[in-house]
């Protein structure tokens, strides 16, 4: 009895640790051009022409601190295509060289890539289900590939995961600073109070820099600035900023009483601010340069008015030059705001 009550304890103290561990490890889904550039991801990567073929590659780690497991089983990855129509894809292992939980770098780990060929303007969704038993998680991952100038059709595709999240925002054309929103969903309805996790990837040498900066000036819990945690409402809903450029995952997570935890990712590539703040600086130069030539044309017009007045016998109107000055002020305002 006595052993059957420490083993029953044993189990859920380790169910409670690997639902914990589980909240950091996302799977990855990078488009790349090969092995050796996938860590160089950037948003641009998930825009694609008619006619390419994208390799995306997938991976199973902690993308705010650039650290690498081995995937444990196959994942399944399929595409939906713009008009509806899903491709089953067939996954080839690899291996990609990264850091491990002990910090060591150039460790290798097991990884898989699968292709495809962009054959319909649009938004092909990429959905992929990996399952890792050692973490107790069904992960479904989605990203969206862009194709064609304002072809916007299919980025809110549902594919049918477990555990799904639809945008309610265009995942592409987004900028640092923007709101996210979407609907959690688990098998087909709203996925209610769920904790919904958000996490920015980073490069390993950027990752390194990062935790040791938290872990210097948040000691008493680095992982809250890690990963970020809201919830959905009573109907699936939430929001949440991404308030930096990079690739960013968003997971909400179906925690049953009984049986693995289902979560549903949805990658979010964000771009710099547009324009960038260096072309602000420049319109707020030509904005000041405006004025300065409004306020000398001004001034001259007034002294040419002033002078007129005195060789005339009609007597000049009070004022006449200060409304020759705000006249142009005006101008000059409303001719640099149209430029911006």
Known sequence: MKGNLIRTLFAVLLLIASAGMASAHFTMVFPSDSEGTVWDVAPEDYIAELGDT??????????????????????????????????????????????????????????????????????????????????????????????????????????????????????YGMEEGFVFAGKAMYNGQPL?????????????????????????MYSYDPPMVFT??????????????????????????????????VRGVFIVPVLEEFPPAENQGSSSAELQQAVAEAKQAAEDAKQAAEQAATQSSTPSTPGFGATYAVIGLVAALFLVLRRK
């Open 54 to 171: 994208k390799t995306v590659y997938m991976m199973w780690g902690h993308p705010y601190e650039h650290i690498l497991f081995d995937m444990a089983s196959v994942p399944a990855v399929s595409v939906m295509k713009p008009d509806g129509t899903v491709e089953q894809l067939t996954p080839e292992e690899i291996t990609v060289d990264g850091m491990d939980e002990d910090g060591n770098t150039g460790v290798s780990f097991i990884a898989y890539k699968a292709s495809f060929t962009v054959d319909q303007d649009g938004d092909t969704v990429v959905f992929v289900k990996y399952e890792d038993d050692g973490e107790n998680l069904i992960d479904y991952t989605k990203a969206v590939i862009h194709s064609g100038e304002e072809m916007w059709e299919g980025w809110d595709a549902e594919v049918g995961q477990q555990t799904e999240i639809l945008p309610y925002m265009r995942p």
């Open 192 to 216: 209610t109070d769920a904790p919904v996790e958000i996490e920015i990837y980073h490069t390993l040498d950027l990752g390194i820099e990062i935790v040791e900066l938290a872990e210097e």
């Open 228 to 261: 970020r945690l809201t919830k959905s409402n009573d109907n699936g809903d939430f929001v949440y900023s991404l308030d930096e450029p990079g690739i960013w995952f968003v997971g909400a997570t179906m925690e049953p009483v009984d049986g693995r935890n």
